[in-house]
């Protein structure tokens, strides 16, 4: 941060100044867990995750504001057909269930963690970034059994009944409301939940989803298939990342080759129906051309358009200019022109509540020559004005726009002056343009996708990720979402999953 102060101080430098990225300012109980890479966001599926102090009875009506607060913080994923796909999967299972009459939903959270939970009401969650590790229908349907038994056997009321720590319960409401990191949210949901059930209870779920699998003519092995996924991705990451083993208590909760979870499989076996039943579609045609990774979570140019998932905002340059993102700033500027004009931005913490002028002044330490334009693009406080000192431009504009615990500044220089007026309107309209990212912005931001092909003779799966865009570990990745970790290879004809 002082690194930064100090190079912003340079006032009129021609040099576009270089800034960094600032951290998210992280509610201090979501702080000392690291930022997972996408690829290591291993979390169990039953990181079942919404805590939420609510009574039995009062879960219906609760339910539904709650899931209106969580997805604003983590945007649902928007395929009508996928998710129409999950419903029928899982109202195929809620019908068989301990608890046919409560309303079951089921959403997609837009989010590359590996990870499903249930909240009181019957709220159902998958993540993408499990879907695309899951292979099967029936695999998808162990998932949601597990989470619907969670619902079907009131595991959100016994939970309170245990007296919910107040601990488990400011988290979540820190979670509700705050502007953190929406994976380690949901991160830090899956651990409290995990810890706090226990075995016991996932073992519960298992057991319950095993049943209503074999009602409803799934394979209730397809419950340890999923384990396996998990554990798969477990030894990846230790291996890959050299990273602990991840704290979930995934695996000393749910063992592959527990007894019991064997053992409650083979009950499941004895109430499957023999008559067979259709699937409710194709798993890997339903998946296919799913969004892949959090490319836009640092960042992305699309156009002229700069998404940034994290820090959750979407920002226009002038159509038609170059604009490149870099670790420590964002740089547009008119094609054939990169050394005469541009626009720079950059984000810093804001250290106490401020006006837009002020943070110009005393915090970017730029004297300004007039009161400016101030304006206010989706409800932030903003404003553009003249710095009064333009070094060796004809002039350098300055705008600023004040999002949560963060100031945005826009830094526009031209060293021609017939170009001034133009580019004072465009800064306006940058300005103008900043705008919380919404769930649309995500989908649009997103350009890597689940692929799915049929392999050739002679494919392996080494090949197969070169010829990918995943740029880590691309081969081990295929395998994993392949189900052929850690030494499989794909047979000709097969139907495979690669991304593109
Ligand atoms: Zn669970």
Known sequence: MMRLRSRLRRVGSHIPVPMLHIPVPTPASLSHKPARRPWLGVLWLCGCALVIALTTNAYADKGEKAHLELIEQMPLYEDQTLSEYIRRVGQRLARVSDMPDVNYRFSIINSPDINAFAAPGGWIYVNRGLLAYLETEDQLAAVLGHEIGHVALKHHGRRKSRATTSKVAATVMAILTGSGDVARAVDLYGAEWVSGFGRETELEADEA?????????????????????????????????????????????????????????????????????????????????????????DGIVKDSRYYHGNMGFVVDFPKGWEVKDSPVRVLAHPRAKANVTFIAMIGQGVEEEMTPREFIEDQLNIELADEGVALEPDGFPALVATAANPGASEVLLVGVVLK?????????????????????????????????????????????????????????????GRASTLDRFPEEQLRLLNGDFPHGEPRAGDLIKTVQ
């Open 209 to 297: 989803g095993a049943r209503y699998l074999a009602r409803a003519g799934y394979d209730p092995y397809a419950m340890v298939e999923v384990i396996q996924i998990l554990k798969d991705q477990e030894i990846f990451s230790k291996k890959v990342a050299n990273a602990a083993p991840t704290y979930h208590g995934v695996f000393s909760t749910h063992p592959k080759n527990d007894k019991r979870l064997h053992g409650i499989i083979e009950q499941a076996y004895a109430q499957m129906s023999n008559e067979g039943v259709e699937p409710v579609g194709s798993f890997l045609e339903s998946i296919d051309g799913l969004a892949w990774g959090n490319p836009a979570a």
């Open 404 to 464: 949560d615990a963060t100031g945005f500044a826009f830094r526009a220089e031209t060293r021609e002056a017939a170009d001034v007026e133009g580019l004072r309107e465009k800064l306006q309209a940058v300005v103008a343009s900043f705008r919380r990212m919404q769930a649309s912005d995500l989908q649009e931001a997103t350009t890597t996708r689940v692929k799915v092909v049929e392999a050739r003779p002679g494919d392996t799966y080494s090949s197969l």
